[in-house]
Each structure stands twice: as C-alpha cells, then as structure tokens.
C-alpha cells in the first residue's frame, strides 16, 4: 500500500455504448476524508462511471487504482471486498423485516446456519454511536421514516466495512432538516478518514457539502473545481456548457385583484384520509404563489381540487373571476381560463404514444381553430405545432414524432406550450422543472414569469426550495395537508421554510 | 420493411392454417389440391361467388369496423351479436309498423333504425362501464344472450307472421316485409345488393370519425391516456359510452341489411343466434383482427374471410367432406392470426391500456378511495429490492 496515494483514482476512463460514448477519458480522484461531488445532468456519465467502479460495468479504456494499487473490479461483491459501499436513491431494503435482519441480509452469519441477529445488533448499535445515525436494529423497516430508511441503508454500508461510500443523490427524498443531518453525519464519517463521493444536481447542497467537485458533460469531464472557487451560477455553467440564470429575472409586478379565492377547502386522499385540511388561498392577477411542502403534504390533491379532478368536500369555496367553480367539470374550468401542468407529465400530461402536434391539440382540438364542419383542420394543426415547437425551442426531429420519444424536458415543454397557449386566467404548476435539464428549466421559468407579467395568477407547486424562492411572489408551506403559514418570498430563507415545511411553527 | 413483414403476418398465419386444413383434408381421403380448388372457385370463382361472398363479407365489415372503433378507445365489444339483432328488430318493426312509405323514405328509416337500435344495445354496457365499473367483456356477451332470448320471443310472438299461425307451422318469421325497404340488387341475376357498398362505406366512415374528426380525436385520447385525456378535459366516461355505442350501431346496421337484404326478405331465425346472424357477431372480430383493426383494412380482410366462408360450404358439396371441416379451418386461422407476433404484442398493449382505463374509471366511481395505488407503492418497493440484490 503506498501511503501517499489516494484512496481512489480513476484514470482515462472511456466506456462506449453502440452509438454513444458514456464516459470519454474521465479522470476521478477521492482522496481519504474528503466528500468528492460528481456533477452532471442526467445522461452526463455519472453513473456508468459509478457502474465501472461497482464492476457492474467494464471500462473500454483506463484503470483503477485504489490506496495506490492498480485494481480489477469485475463485481459487486468484489467492490465490496475491496470496502466500497453504495447508498442508493431508491433504498434497497426489505419492507418487512427488521432492521437488523436487512444489514445482516446477504453477509455470512458467524454461527454457521443459524443467524446471529444479536451480535449484529450489537454492532449496528456501536455503528449508530460512532456515527451519530440513531436506529433502532429491532425496529421493522417500513415502521421507519424516510431519514431513518436512508440511515440504515449508510449503516448497511459501514457494516461492510465500507472505506469508501458513493451516495447516490441521498437528499432527493429528504426534508430540508433531514438533509441537515444526514451532512453532520457524512462530515463526522469524513473525520475518521473514510472517503465519500457525492452525486447530487442539487447545486446549493453540492456548495455546502464539498471538498472538491467534478463536473461531467456528455460523457467528459467539463470542470473541476472547489466550492470556495465557484458559484452556482459557475457550476451550471459546467454542467450545460453555457450561461445559465438559475433564478429567473423577477421584475416588480403590482398584482391585481384576487382571480382565485378558496375558502374552508377540504378534501378526502386516495387513502379515504383528509389530505387537504380547510385551506383558505388567495392568488391574485399578475402573482406567482409558491405551494412548497414535502411530497405527500396534500398539494397534489389541492391542484386536483383546482383542476376539476377531485372533488372537495361539503362547505367549499373555490371561485375563479368571482364566479363558482364548484360542480363544474374540468372541460368547462379550462374554458374559463383554467391551465393545469400536472405533476406527472407523462401519465396525466401528455399522451406518449400520440405525436408531438396531437398533444399540442389535446385541449383545444375541438375549438374553430382546429376543426371545420366537424372534420379537424391538419393544415391548421401542423401550423400551430410548428409554430410552437419553434418558439418554445423543443428539440424534437419533427412534429409527427411520437411524444414519447423526446426528452423529459422537451416533453415538459411541449406541455407548457400547450397550456401556455390558452392564455389562462389561472395556471397550476405542478413540479415544472423536476427532472427537468437545467437549460429547459431555464426557459419554462422565464415562461413562468412571463405569464405573471401579463396578469396570469399562477400557483406553482415545486419541491425544490430554490425554484419557489425563485418564482414566487409569496409562498405558502403545506404540512399534513393544511397551509402552515403564507411568508413573502422577499423575507423568505431556505431555513425558515424548511422548518415550516417539517411543521414546525413559532 | 418492417411495416411490411408486420402486414404479411396475417398472410403467412392464414398459410399456415391452409397448410393444416391440408392435412386435415388427407385424413378425411381427399385431395388437398382439389379443395383448395373447390374453396377458391366457390368464393371467387365466377360472378355468382363473388357476389356471395360479398353478401358474406357484409355483416363482417361492419362488425368488424365497429370493433375497430371500441378498441381505439380501450374498450371490448363482444356484443356483435346482440347488436346484429338489436337493429335487425328495430328496423323491421320500422317496416312493420309503416310499410307504405315511399321507398326513399322507408329505406333510409330502415337503416337508421338498424343504427339506432344496435347503438342502444352497445350503449347500455358502454354507459354500465361508464358510470358502474361493468366488466364490458361480461355485460356484453350477457346482452347477446338477452337479445337472441328477446328476438325469439318476439319472433314467436308478437311479430310472427300471421300464415304461420294459420297453418299452425308456428316458424319464428315474420312476414314478407315492404318491398320498399328491400335493399335493390346491384348486378341481375346475383344476390349483390345495395348494402354491400353501404357497409363499405360505413367502414370509410368509421375511419374518417377515428382519425379525421375531433370525436375520434379524444375516443383515441381516452384510449391510449385515459389520465391524460381526463386532464386535458375530455369527458372520459361519456366517449367510453359513445365508444360502444358507436361500435354497437355499425353491427345494428349489419342486422338492418341482413333482414332487407335477405332473399325471403323477412327475418328469420332458427331460434339460435347463428341462425339470423351467421355468427358474423363474432367472425366479425377475428376480421377486424385480422385486418390489424383498422377500419379500412377490415375491408379486404372481411371479404377474404367471407370468401373463406362461401368457399367452404363449396368445398363441402364438391369433396363430400363434412361441413365442420370448413368450421374448423375458420378456427385455426384464427388461432394462427391471434398467436402470430405482431398480433400479440398488439393484444398485450390494447391489455395494458384497458387495464388504465379501467382504474381511471374506478377512481372516480368509489371518489379515489382506492386501494389500489397502495398495492403499486408496495409493487415498487419489491421491484427495487430485487435490484438491490443484483448489486
């Protein structure tokens, strides 16, 4: 073992795929107690390089050296031989059994054909110590929250002895407190040496948790850099390969009177529950309210609400423009001015299998524009796609092709050209830019702002804390289904929200 | 190319099933040349054949187009049968109830009784699917049996021919309907007649509603999306109604030219359904199947079959072979056709959609008390847990 080498280096990693070339000659280092950022958008080589380290994958070009020496890892159990640990996004985990019996789930009981589940416990329970990551072993697993679920996914890992860990976007389905304390614990894990590689597209929580940072771009790395050295705007740079405004420009508009008034709105969840709990809501012409919460707090069911999808129960009101929208289905809301993105784009968004023009038409196609005595006007039809399709920059090979072929991105936006369109009096946003490219993110929010500016009262519901803080012009923070508080996104910080947003009130 | 090799499928599986009929033929002694021979002379061989088998192909067209029609929108529709019936009796209590009417007002009253009446009896399941969460598969078959059971009464009953009760014969017929209803023959000396090209037409129609007119627009929607087209505003419930309804009116039509095309020119039955329909309910969708269900290829692919149809019964009298045979070979080409690739990735994904059409509407008729997104959760959860154990 050279003493002096880093725990890990990758060196000229290429790795062809027919017709893409995943990783081009990508060098990655980690060394030992350092939190090293891999960053990049989706499709930008960040986890087939991860896939190469985990054997899962072998490189068409370079090497691995761990502590100095040259390497072959040809599988998983080799990774973990050789003390490599993963936390992946979605937890691996057996729902049913405890959690003592999921870390001792695949490793060789000391007793032979018996387990040994005390001794595991045991050692779980000086890991949680050491570690500060508090669980109790006996617990089952899906009694847990989701932080706890991710803490024993990090203790299956150090269980195995893991030297160095790779969390793979570990903060995407954590509260902002959660997240907190999962940084305190990958921090105290650094301190007694262990490396950590950390893959995020969350650009404010790769500043504050990196050492160092690597950016990737189409397979090569396009930047390597230190959170001291950078800004977000730098690292966005990075990762699409040109300027990029992460909050769009919000210029002062006096917002009008209120265009949607709910008052004492309950409704009934999927699950037969309350989920959304007597909320009263003002949104007012020329105003982007921000609807922030952890998924699950009852937005979704209240944009449902809105949209004519789900009924309210008793007592409601909802009116639009003054006038009722209670016992009006969702056909007549949109012609009242009603635009509605939902959360899945491609389940109640867009129609996958029909082409970019008909999902252009999906509202509207019955309306004079497109259709004459009763038979749809094509000439008509294929204008509007294209005329779209070039103005709200959607990369797709044509406005025949299937919808579901384009990119996440571009379906987002073939969506928001739609309901844009309309010019509505109200637009519910749900999620507009989740899993979303940072360039197509870019424009659906200058689109967003240019709605405002025309007098469009918009409700933009988004889990990313930097986006509503971005749009809004005030935020209102659900918990358990009811509207916690509405704070002014001027006097808003990410901290005061993350609090609401986990209920605590003062 | 693949467009191509997709196209020959049927081809090649309709082969393949005449290379069976073959050996079935060498069991029975006689000679495969010969019948196909006898089959191909019988449905196409002169100028009476031919106008047979488009007497034959009828019914299938217009069935088949319905089916077309149902399945763009997700749904099922068994109920050919019921639907043949439906119109066949509406349209003949039309001619019943007004035989002098001028023939130019009769006639179109006739057809339009035969749509009227097959659309209800699609309508009811469609509107049961709809609003109640009704299995269509089920409820229409049920309906073909309510149907068949209400033909017979009324044809005993009700709507028998007066001779009949005199002679004490007591045959479920009614009498000679008004020649002003009867559909005119198209070439002397054949039984071509005007409802050849009527289904025709009907089947160019039903494709111009599906891809031509916004109500097919959203039928389709609501077939391949039924969340998204309920997001976007379309009426998801009402076009599964319109959907059945549709495809039930095509069949009702068919039961309409069935009675006014008929020879004896009355409706008839033998107390079955085959008896009045031929079972073109139900051949009607392997012809839609076999057309890739697509109202236009529902055409050739419904003369091909009514050929085979016409061919058979040929065969039969030339080889002295028992009519089952032609029954059986009608069987496998079926069998050949639904198990063929192509044909089956096709079923698989129409599946698929029903199933998402049916959850949509069984979220909103128990008002999204579901249990069944929790049932998902926990699918996905097992999912991610067997890749856990690959890595």
């Known amino acids: 073992m050279n003493a002096d080498a880093p725990l890990l280096q990758m060196r000229g990693i290429t790795k062809r795929f027919p017709g893409v070339i995943a990783n081009e000659g990508v060098d990655f280092e980690v060394r030992y107690g350092e939190v090293h950022t891999l960053l990049g958008e989706n499709g930008a080589g960040k986890s087939t390089l991860m896939k190469i380290l985990f054997g899962l994958y072998a490189p068409d070009e370079g090497e691995v050296l761990l502590r100095g020496e040259k390497v072959s890892i040809s599988s998983p159990s080799d990774a973990i031989a050789a003390r490599i640990g993963m936390v992946h996004q979605h937890f691996m985990l057996v729902p049913t059994q405890t959690v003592a019996e999921n870390v001792a789930l695949g490793l060789k009981s000391k007793r032979g054909v018996l387990t040994d589940l005390d001794s595991v416990s045991e050692r779980i329970r000086e890991i949680s110590e050491e570690q500060g990551l508090a669980v109790n072993p006996s617990e089952e697993v899906w009694r847990l929250s989701v932080g706890e679920r991710q803490r024993v996914e990090i203790i299956k890992a150090l269980y195995r002895d893991a030297e160095l860990l790779v969390l793979d976007e570990p903060t995407a389905v954590l509260t902002p407190q959660e997240v907190e304390d999962l940084f305190v614990v990958l921090r105290r894990m650094t301190e007694s040496g262990r490396g950590l590689v950390f893959i995020s597209h969350k650009l404010h929580e790769v500043m504050a948790l990196s050492d160092r940072i690597t950016v990737l771009r189409n397979g090569k790395v396009s930047g390597h850099t230190v959170p001291a050295e950078s800004s977000r705007e730098d690292l966005a740079q990075m990762m699409v390969g040109r300027a990029v405004r992460l909050t769009p420009e919000r210029p002062i508009v006096e917002a009008g009177p209120p265009r949607l008034t709910i008052r004492s709105l309950s409704v009934t969840g999927d699950r037969g529950t309350t989920a959304v709990d007597n909320v009263d809501l003002d949104v007012h012409s020329g105003e982007i309210l921000g609807v922030a919460g952890v998924s699950g707090n009852g937005q979704r069911e209240l944009a449902e609400v809105i949209a004519g999808l789900r009924d309210p129960q008793a007592g409601a009101t909802i009116d639009l423009d003054g006038m009722s929208l209670l016992g009006v289905d969702t056909r007549a809301r949109r012609d009242r001015g009603l635009s509605y993105v939902p959360e899945e784009r491609m389940r109640d968004g867009a129609i996958g299998d029909f082409t970019v023009s008909e999902n252009l038409i999906l509202v509207d196609h019955g309306g004079d524009q497109f259709s004459r005595s009763g038979l749809l006007n094509f000439g008509a039809i294929k204008e509007h796609a294209a005329a779209l399709v070039e103005r709200y920059a959607v990369k797709t090979p044509d406005i025949d092709t299937p919808t579901s072929s384009l990119s996440g991105g571009n379906i987002q936006k073939v969506i928001m050209a739609r309901e844009l369109t309309a010019e509505p009096k109200l637009l519910i946003a749900s999620q507009p830019t989740r899993g979303v490219d940072i360039g197509s993110a870019e424009y659906i929010h200058e689109r967003l702002m240019e709605q405002r500016e025309k007098g469009t009262a918009t409700i933009v519901i988004s889990e990313d804390l930097d986006e509503v803080i971005g749009l809004s012009d005030r935020i209102a923070v659900m918990f358990e289904g009811r509207i916690i508080d509405i704070v002014d996104s001027e006097d808003a910080t990410r901290e005061a929200i993350g609090l609401l947003m986990a209920g605590v009130t003062n | ?391």
């Open chain 2, 1 to 391: 190319m693949k467009r191509l090799v997709g196209a020959s499928v049927p081809l090649l599986a309709a082969l393949a099933a005449f290379a069976f009929g073959a050996i079935m033929l060498l069991a029975l002694g006689a000679s495969p040349f010969e019948g196909l021979k006898a089959i191909v002379d019988g449905a196409f061989g002169d100028g009476d054949a031919i106008a047979a088998t488009l007497v034959k192909a009828m019914p299938l067209i217009l069935v088949g187009a319905g089916i077309t029609i149902a399945f763009r929108a997700s749904v099922i529709n068994i109920g050919g049968e019921g639907q043949i019936v439906a119109g066949a009796l509406l349209s003949t209590s039309v001619a019943l109830a007004l035989p002098d009417l001028p023939a130019y007002i009769l006639m179109p009253a006739v057809l339009i009784a035969g749509l009227i009446g097959g659309g209800i009896a699609g309508a009811i399941p469609g509107a049961l699917k709809a609003y109640a969460s009704v299995n269509e598969i089920l409820s229409t078959i049920m309906l073909n049996i309510v149907m068949i059971q209400l033909m017979n009464y009324l044809l005993r009953g009700p709507m028998i021919d007066q001779a009949e009760i005199d002679a004490g014969t007591r045959v479920p017929t009614t009498r000679r309907l008004s020649d002003n209803a009867a559909m005119p023959d198209l070439v002397e000396g054949t039984r071509l007649h005007l409802g050849v090209p009527i289904a025709i037409v009907a089947a160019v129609i039903a494709y111009v509603i599906l891809w031509r007119t916004p109500l097919g627009f959203r039928l389709r929607a609501v077939g391949h999306s039924p969340e998204a087209a309920k997001t976007a505003g379309i009426k998801v419930k009402r076009h599964v109604t319109y959907a059945l309804a549709m495809s039930g009116s095509l069949g009702g039509l068919a039961g309409a030219l069935l009675v006014f095309g008929s020879e004896g020119q009355r409706m008839t039955t033998d107390g079955s359904s085959v008896g009045f329909t031929g079972s073109a309910g139900f051949n009607g969708i392997v012809a839609a199947l076999f057309g890739g269900l697509h109202p236009l290829w529902t055409i050739p692919s419904s003369i091909l079959f009514g050929g085979l149809l016409t061919g058979a019964t040929a065969m039969q009298r030339v080889l002295q072979v028992p009519a089952a045979l032609a029954i059986a070979l009608n069987g496998i080409v079926v069998v050949f056709v639904v198990s063929s690739g192509p044909v089956r990735d096709r079923i698989d994904a129409f599946l698929d959609r029903r199933a998402k059409l049916d959850q949509t509407l069984r979220d909103d008729v128990s008002d999204g008390s579901s249990k069944t997104v929790d049932l998902d959760q926990l699918d996905l959860d097992n999912q991610t847990n067997i890749t856990g154990a690959d890595l």
